[in-house]
């Protein structure tokens, strides 16, 4: 079985790449399948096929539109195209961005009516809001894979797709790698974080849509709750400013990208992320996995997971009070001896790279009968 999976570029801090390089790695196990990666460029691509498809582009939109253009007059030398981009004619496509539209909606909420209206006007999201149509109505689609029951529901509304077309597999996590063993990669001693201290980490890029503000205003009432902020955001100095402005900077630290991300985990006793939109980050698996509790919201696929105050917490991405009120209760929690940690590890660890890929795989076989 000849399998392509389609992936643009690699980004070693993004979730899809992540999940990308997973299920390749994973897939490459089985014989049966002869696997390669259509993109226009990847790091640590050994013991994958790599098919390169780089065109020229001046912009954004050209460098959309030449990759799919490009990327799509490969599909015929495949049994099954699996798309994780926007592009007609594949055979599945992976929704692990979710519905743009759904997206544009939540992010005009931080934006001005200025910006919002040059929003409106942009070709770019022009561009992807039509190639979306016409991937999801294109006769060759077969399979929609969704990350979440969020994501699956959202595009059945909007695009009438049958139930029968779309699927939940949810991302996959290496349970020995990410396990409450990541304790033993804390660098509270480095940070200067007292060993008792309550810590949350951030993991994500993208700080303003993925709720670096909301995150640092919910631990303005609680001065003895740390926050750390990993990934890379161009932008990263206008959330420290704020940090400072709030009067939390003393407790706050700005990691930039971390090479290893159990780094982070095994410092923090808990994740927040207030995003305004996120299918299912893999970082909400990869902690819940390390035994963190999850503070997440509505708008994150992350979200069907959490019980309230067992697991986590959701509240509305821009609603600081409500996460000021949430970290109270877990604060209160882990005063009257809660194991937050046992509830959040159980929740992660039937969702293995192994059960991922037999899922994958049953699905392909299931195409091609």
């Known amino acids: 079985m000849k399998l392509a999976i389609v992936r643009q570029t690699y980004n070693p801090n993004g979730g899809a790449e992540r999940f ?5 790695n994973v897939l490459a196990q089985d014989t049966e399948l002869d696997g390669t990666l259509i993109a226009r460029q990847w790091e640590d691509a050994a013991g994958w096929q790599t098919l390169t498809v780089n065109p020229p582009f001046r912009n954004r939109l050209s460098r ?5 253009e490009a990327a799509a007059a490969q599909f015929d030398g495949f049994d099954i195209v699996q798309s994780h981009e926007r592009i007609p004619g594949a055979t599945i496509f992976r929704a692990g961005d979710g519905v743009h539209a759904t997206w544009l909606e939540q992010y005009s909420r931080i934006l001005s009516p200025l910006a919002r209206w040059a929003q409106s006007l942009s070709r770019y999201h022009r561009y992807i809001l039509h190639a979306e149509a016409q991937m999801f109505t294109h006769p060759q689609l077969r399979k929609v894979i969704c990350n979440s029951k969020m994501v699956r529901d959202d595009i059945a509304r909007r695009f009438a797709l049958p139930e029968d077309k779309l699927t939940v597999i949810y991302n996959g996590v290496d349970t020995a790698h990410f396990s409450p063993d990541v304790r033993a990669f804390s660098q509270r001693d480095a940070l200067g974080i007292a060993r008792t201290a309550p810590v949350l980490a951030y993991v994500g890029s993208g700080f303003s849509r993925k709720g670096v503000a909301t995150a640092l205003r919910a631990i303005v009432p609680h001065p003895d709750v740390w926050l750390l902020i990993a990934g890379r955001d161009k932008h990263a100095r206008k959330f420290e400013k704020l940090a400072a402005t709030l009067g939390v900077a003393s407790r706050v ?7 290893d991300v159990r780094q982070v985990y095994g410092t923090a006793d808990a994740l927040i992320l207030p995003t305004l939109y996120d299918p299912f980050p893999n970082v909400c698996v990869e902690a819940l996995a390390c035994g963190l509790p999850l503070l ?3 708008g994150c696929g992350a979200a069907e997971w959490i019980a309230e105050g067992v697991n986590g917490w959701v509240r509305d991405a821009l609603d600081s009070q409500g996460y000021q009120q949430a970290i109270g209760e877990w604060l209160n929690g882990r005063e009257q001896g809660v194991n937050y940690s046992a509830a959040a590890r159980a929740t992660a660890e039937p969702y293995t790279l192994d059960r991922m890929a037999k899922e994958l795989q049953a699905l392909y076989r299931d195409l091609l009968r």
């Open 20 to 24: 990308v390089s997973r299920a390749l």
């Open 64 to 68: 959309e539109l030449g990759f799919a």
């Open 253 to 259: 630290r700005f990691l930039g990208p971390v090479a």
């Open 296 to 298: 997440t919201s509505h």
